[in-house]
């Protein structure tokens, strides 16, 4: 055996955390997954009162058995990484470190230990278990839209920021505080909720003309509504466009399927999600 070649214990750690070609990595993937979804359906049952009362001290400590296993790992993670900083400050490496670390908050904050659930942004990874980054081509697609489309989404949101304010003073004078419109703040709360066509149905009109202003609002709503999804819509066919018009590289072979015609800027395969070295 040539012990020259043999990989570090730091590489074997990464190989497993970090990789998943090989079948322990993908085991690990797989592993830590079902670990997540246990542990998030515990805090969901603690905070029901009948589960709490009942089974209070074995979810606590399914929490914290959790919780001390999460901090091993990400421990391993931190000394197995091959760029720290890089990790740390990444996206999966934040939802790692904010996974753990309201359990311990919990000790100064004890309702902290709810937003345990934001582990669940941890099975983002299987992703990376199914291949299914050939789906990220989608989510750069949509994320690139709405980027385009960001200074029409504000004028948009801004005006309708407007209409909000003058609904919600409209309503305050006409209304007043004898029909629960209390001050200008409450009536822009009761504009935003119709507007939206929530309508929780708190506060309501009980004037003829404020029933009036309010049936605009409602209106308004509904035309509301429409109009980011033309904009969005719009921008997405737009870069659809330029896409299909971007030519395509055939030199580039991704090194899984043999497949070529990739984009230029591609980074992972679009037929199996392996990445194009």
């Known amino acids: 055996m040539n012990f020259d070649t043999a990989p570090s214990l730091k590489q074997q750690v990464n190989d497993v955390i970090f990789g998943y070609d090989s079948r322990a990595g993908k085991l690990f993937d797989v592993v830590l997954i079902f670990m ?47 760029n720290l900083k890089r990790y740390v400050f990444s996206f999966y490496g934040l939802i790692d470190l904010f996974s753990i670390l309201p359990t311990y908050i919990a000790f100064i904050f004890p309702s902290a230990q709810y937003l345990i659930v934001i582990r669940i942004m941890r099975v983002l990874r299987i992703f990376r278990i199914l291949k299914l980054f050939r789906y990220m081509g989608e989510a750069n697609l949509l994320y690139t839209a709405l980027l385009q489309a960001r200074r029409k989404i504000f004028v948009f949101l801004f005006t309708v920021l407007i209409l909000i304010v003058i609904f919600g003073a409209l309503m ?14 409450e009536s822009i709360y009761w504009a935003i909720v119709t507007i939206t066509t929530v309508g929780y149905g708190d506060v309501s009109p009980q004037t003829p003309v404020g029933q009036f202003v309010a049936a605009l609002a409602m209106i308004c709503g509904y035309a509301i509504i429409a109009v980011p999804t033309g904009i969005i819509g719009a921008e997405l066919m737009n870069e659809f466009q330029h896409r299909s018009r971007t030519p395509t590289n055939d030199k580039r072979k991704c090194v899984s399927c043999k497949a070529t015609g990739h984009d230029l800027d591609a980074r992972y395969c679009k037929y199996c999600g392996n990445l194009i070295h």
């Open 36 to 82: 997540i979804v246990i542990s998030v359906s515990a805090v969901l049952f603690d905070s029901v009162d009948s589960y709490n009362d009942r089974y209070g001290e074995i979810l606590l400590r399914l929490e914290w058995f959790f919780t001390i296993l999460f901090t091993i790992e990400y421990i391993l993670r931190l000394y197995s990484t091959e």
């Open 172 to 185: 305050f004078i006409i209304e007043g505080p004898e029909n629960g419109f209390n001050s200008i703040p």
